[in-house]
């Protein structure tokens, strides 16, 4: 299989990683006329995704803060596997995104269309605000540059194999590269291992070893909420100030008002 999208369902407690997943298949075929690889440990529904990449594999669990709003709560976070991600997709060319991304439109298609082998995003935005969020700068105030985990195309090439080998074992080794790199957050973040991957790929510089997504990433916090999602149109609330898009796809990280309505089926 030549290309398609591929995500991490691993659910926890409380959130179902599966239902937000089962969303992005519906709309990656919808927006991107893609096909979508699952890779999860739960149950799945049928004919949804392309395939099921069953991981039983022990993970290393973490503990996370799930904000709903001004509440939350720790709840388990299942996210080392996503290093593996290049052994395990079944694509030569995969865009790898969080479940919580609501596609709304066809600019992550270019990605498939040109010819850099890895792209990542560095810059973000916070819907409508222009919030300064530091902690997306840099993944310590003295250390390298923040990457975004969130969305990353790459394609099955010897300098990629290089790559999520060394974040296999960033993985593996990151209580040193926690100290290492100066990061205060004790939690294993994705983020922090793709940064610091990139950045022994530059030869510990800065440099173009990881080029940029197409378009631009556009973010809801986890204390705004999800407010409704009506084909390409969505409304967050922010600050109690509602918020109105149309085709324009956004990573939504209030999981609880994500899955609230997920559960209704209005995907």
């Given amino acids: 299989m030549s290309k398609g999208i591929l995500v991490h369902a691993f659910n926890n407690e409380e959130i179902d990683y599966v239902k937000q997943a089962c969303m992005v298949a519906e709309r990656a075929k919808k927006y991107l006329n893609l096909p979508t690889s699952v890779i999860t440990d739960c149950k799945v529904p049928k004919n949804v995704f392309d395939n099921v990449i069953d991981f039983k594999t022990p993970q290393r669990y973490t503990s996370k803060l799930y904000n709903n709003g001004n509440r939350g709560k720790h709840l388990t976070f299942k996210n080392n596997a996503r290093v593996l991600s290049y052994d395990l997709s079944p694509y030569k060319q995969t865009l790898m995104i969080d479940t919580d991304i609501i596609i709304c439109d066809d600019v992550y298609k270019y990605c498939f269309e040109q010819n850099n082998p890895l792209l990542m995003y560095k810059d973000a935005y916070h819907l409508g605000q222009n919030l300064d969020y530091n902690e997306f700068n840099k993944i310590s105030d003295s250390s390298v540059d923040f990457y975004w985990a969130t969305c990353v195309y790459f394609i099955k090439c010897k300098q ?53 997504m197409p378009g631009k990433l556009f973010y809801t916090i986890d204390k705004d909420i999800t407010h409704d999602i009506t084909d390409d149109r969505l409304i967050f609330v922010s600050n109690n100030n509602p918020i109105a898009t149309k085709g324009l796809t956004i990573h939504a990280m209030n999981k609880y008002s994500l899955e609230e309505l997920l559960w209704k089926k209005v995907f």
């Fill in 160 to 212: 990629n194999k290089i790559f999520f080998d060394l974040l296999q074992h960033i993985e593996e080794q990151w209580p040193h590269y926690r100290m290492l790199y100066q990061i205060v957050q004790q939690t294993y973040r994705n983020d922090f291992a793709f940064s610091i991957g990139a950045h022994i790929m530059n030869n510990h510089s800065k440099g173009n070893f990881v080029n940029p």
